[in-house]
């Protein structure tokens, strides 16, 4: 079973980047481009890890955090 990875990150060409890097490596990406979305799939999900941008629209990294 492959480890699930989400990118939380507004910039589209950033988190396109980091997927390719990620999946070459063979883990699942999953990506949300604002915080309040993030939250959503990771409660689906349950990821092993986050990534997630401070500076964000709907919530920020530290509202994701909390």
């Given at each position: 079973?492959?480890?699930?990875?989400?990118?939380?990150?507004?910039?589209?060409?950033?988190?396109?980047?980091?997927?390719v890097l990620l999946?070459?490596?063979?883990?699942?990406?999953?990506?949300?481009?604002?915080?309040?979305?993030?939250?959503?799939?990771?409660?689906?999900?349950?990821?092993?890890?986050?990534?997630?941008d401070i500076m964000?629209?709907?919530?920020?990294?530290y509202e994701v955090?909390?």
């Amino acid at each position: 079973m492959k480890r699930k990875i989400l990118i939380i990150e507004d910039d589209q060409n950033l988190v396109e980047d980091i997927e390719v890097l990620l999946e070459e490596e063979g883990f699942d990406v999953f990506s949300a481009r604002n915080g309040k979305q993030g939250i959503k799939i990771a409660r689906e999900i349950i990821p092993e890890l986050i990534i997630c941008d401070i500076m964000m629209p709907e919530k920020n990294g530290y509202e994701v955090l909390q």
